[in-house]
């Protein structure tokens, strides 16, 4: 399937009725295994890559590193792939054009694009300056050929010190405007009520996508139900691996206990997941 076929096939699935889960991977062997389960495309998770390399989230990651990975996820799965480049790892469109270019290179066929002034959260950038940010991005992917599914996502709902209506309308201001800039989906994490979500379906101008933050969220049925088009995972799926690992590492120390094993994937199996024809190079 060349680049533009996974492009076009993840596109449809923001354009067809009912919710989609994304799954977000942190490496060649979380995004094998999550392809294996069944799943149709797969997102990287920036935090969950910082995490595995030894870095804070929030573009701590040399942008080299970070495509790096990218490229290996992409390289090694099948199904499209979608890469989560938080602000774009530079303040200016050209920057954002650049690392658009390069993920693409890598074999991406999506970004995600946040608003966030700076790495740590809080204030929001312009939204004109983001709408360029945006359009920057699409300049990127006709310029290699594929159109590049751009998720646009607004970090308000992280501001508690603004009214709940000030922070709603905002976002939806937002998005709209990042739609209308050549976004493909609107994304707005930290909403976890069912009553806010169907508000934001209702309206924001495109597909919606939220993300699974931990414990709290609405079921699945539920989102759908609510009208939300995409639902991410995020990080949360490699922080609890992460918990696993703790806890059994725990386990073993100071029960002297291998319950852990019960649930391993057996080696010749894990082995068979890479040995398909045709996947990830061996100079890598």
């Not at 533009?4 to 979380?30: C, I, T, Y």
């Amino acid at each position: 399937m060349s680049q533009q076929d996974k492009a076009d096939r993840f596109r449809m699935m923001h354009e067809r009725d009912g919710v989609f889960v994304l799954p977000n991977a942190w490496d060649a062997a979380s995004a094998r295994i999550l392809e294996e389960v069944g799943y149709p495309a797969v997102g990287t998770t920036s935090a969950g890559i910082a995490f595995s390399l030894g870095y804070p989230d929030g573009e701590q990651v040399p942008p080299s590193e970070m495509v790096a990975v990218i490229g290996r996820i992409a390289r090694t799965v099948r199904i499209p792939v979608t890469a989560d480049i938080e602000r774009g790892y530079g303040d200016s469109p050209e920057a954002v054009a650049l690392m658009a270019e390069a993920v693409l290179d890598a074999g991406a066929i999506g970004v995600n694009i946040e608003d966030a002034s700076d790495a740590g959260g809080g204030a929001l950038i312009e939204t004109a300056a983001m709408c360029e940010k945006i359009a920057a991005a699409r300049a990127a992917g006709e310029g290699r050929g594929v159109h590049l599914v751009i998720n646009a996502r607004t970090d308000g709902f992280y501001d508690r010190t603004r009214g709940s209506g000030d922070i709603f309308d905002d976002a939806v201001a937002r998005t709209n405007a990042y739609l209308s800039a050549g976004a493909d989906c609107a994304f707005v994490p930290a909403v976890t009520d069912r009553e806010t979500i169907a508000r934001l379906v209702t309206a924001i101008d495109g597909p919606l996508n939220v993300v699974v933050p931990g414990p709290g969220m609405p079921g699945l049925r539920a989102l759908e139900a609510a009208g939300v088009r995409r639902v991410s995972l995020g990080g949360c799926l490699m922080r609890s691996m992460a918990g696993l690992l703790r806890f059994s590492a725990r386990q073993v120390l100071n029960e002297g206990s291998f319950e852990f094993a019960d649930v391993a994937i057996p080696h010749d199996e894990m082995d068979a997941l890479f040995a398909r024809e045709g996947d990830i190079s061996r100079t890598v």
